[in-house]
């Protein structure tokens, strides 16, 4: 070999190692390299859809980055389990198709299934629901809609600083998981828009929501059947229909939900402060170990209210009660002001009466006045200030 050919070939050696090297520790994945186009127009579903497989395949943690732009993408489904810990680091948008009926009939625009150890970090989300929702209040045939992004069957997550707006359906679900930390969410979506509950809790074990701002048509967060050890702190909540625990006892074999804490939380101009909600259904449901506290109600519809007399349409339930039972709910420091004369609703089964329910500093008022309390079938303890008058 000739000096030249020595040098040529030892500098493509370099070249070929520090390739090899770079990429043994390069675990980024920038959607863009993919194909992504941040201009809102171009379809990103496939680059994402690769970038995902290529951070799923990767030995290391990953992190797949979305820059800053806006990127259309129809349904994508994020499955796992993946080689090890992925971050989705969004600075830009995602942006539904503008035709509802593109997502078509799966229930889910952005899907997280069978995942572990996933982290999304900021971006923000626009499902374009208005047209959805003009369907539904059409009354024609609509598809079933899309919860913008959701989590099933997933352990060791983190969402934060994500914001969604105009969901079809529940801005962000989180089913059957372990161990999910959400904060800084803004959830956003007009007063009268159908089911745009904020978030949707159910099935799982261990969630904390922190810090989070939730404007929406439905519940600003809905807690279904086997949700276990949640924790929600520093929530505001309005427009919208509340925290609701349910509605829960529609089937008669259902999972109870248990040790819930809601903490330092503002109601403004919600139909419902703390609601829980039972269909007078026969059911082996149960709701048991809740507190909430330091809670303040601006202008709330119904600040507490427990109603087991749930039956819309009046289907599949006059001249029943509800199976579910309700014990050990905690009302500590609620002060502000009730939007209708009734602050606090105690509509309890006839059948199962709620039980141990503790009534500790209450101030609520209607309009400067003396608001009132509704009591049936229920049970428990007051102390400190209550106001109104305590009917248990
Ligand atoms: C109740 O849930 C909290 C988290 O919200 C958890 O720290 C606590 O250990 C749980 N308590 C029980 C008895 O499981
Ligand atoms: C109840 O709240 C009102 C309005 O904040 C306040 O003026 C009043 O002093 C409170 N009453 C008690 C007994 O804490």
Request: aromatic share 6%; hydrophobic share 35%; charged share 10%.
């Amino acid at each position: 070999m000739t000096d030249q050919r020595v040098v040529s070939w030892a500098v493509t050696l370099l070249i070929a190692l520090t390739a090899l090297l770079w990429k043994a520790n390069a675990a980024t994945y920038n959607v863009i390299t993919f194909g992504a186009k941040p201009d809102g127009q171009a379809d990103s579903t496939q680059p994402f859809l690769q970038a995902w497989a290529a951070a799923c395949g990767s030995a290391q943690a990953a992190t797949i980055s979305v820059p800053r732009g806006r990127y259309l993408l129809g349904n994508a489904v994020f499955r796992g389990p993946c080689k090890n810990s992925i971050k989705f680091q969004i600075s830009g948008t995602l942006v539904a198709p503008a035709d509802y009926r593109a997502l078509g009939n799966t229930g889910y625009w952005i899907l997280f299934i069978q995942v572990n150890r996933v982290t999304v970090a900021g971006g923000s989300l626009d499902a374009k629901g208005a047209g959805f929702w003009a369907c539904r209040r059409s009354g024609s045939d609509c598809p079933v809609g899309a919860r913008s992004i959701t989590f099933n069957w997933a352990n060791d997550i983190v969402v934060s600083g994500l914001t969604s707006i105009n969901s079809q359906l529940s801005h962000l679900v989180i089913n059957s998981c372990n161990n999910v930390r959400v904060s800084n969410v803004r959830l956003i979506a007009p007063d009268q828009s159908p089911n745009t509950d904020g978030i949707h809790v159910q099935g799982s074990t261990g969630v904390t929501i922190t810090g989070s701002s939730i404007k929406t048509g439905d519940d600003c967060i809905s807690i279904g059947p086997g949700t276990k050890n949640l924790w929600m702190e520093r929530i505001t909540c309005g427009p919208g229909h509340g925290v609701s625990i349910g509605s829960l006892g529609k089937v008669l074999n259902e999972a109870g939900v248990q040790n819930v804490t809601l903490t330092n939380s503002v109601f403004s101009g919600s139909d419902n402060g703390l609601r829980i909600k039972s269909w007078a259904r026969p059911s082996n449901g149960f709701v048991t170990n809740i507190l909430y506290q330091n809670i303040v109600m601006k202008n709330v519809e119904n600040p507490i209210i427990i109603d087991q007399n749930y039956c819309p349409n009046n289907q599949g339930c006059p001249g029943q009660t509800s199976g579910v039972k309700i014990s050990q709910v905690t009302y500590r420091n609620i002060q502000g002001t009730s939007a209708t004369p009734t602050a606090m609703t105690f509509d309890c089964s006839p059948s199962n009466p709620c039980r141990g329910i503790r009534l500790e500093g209450i101030n609520l008022s209607y309009m400067n006045r003396q608001a009132q309390s509704l009591c049936s079938n229920v049970g428990g303890t007051t102390s400190g200030v209550i106001m109104p008058n305590s009917c248990l």
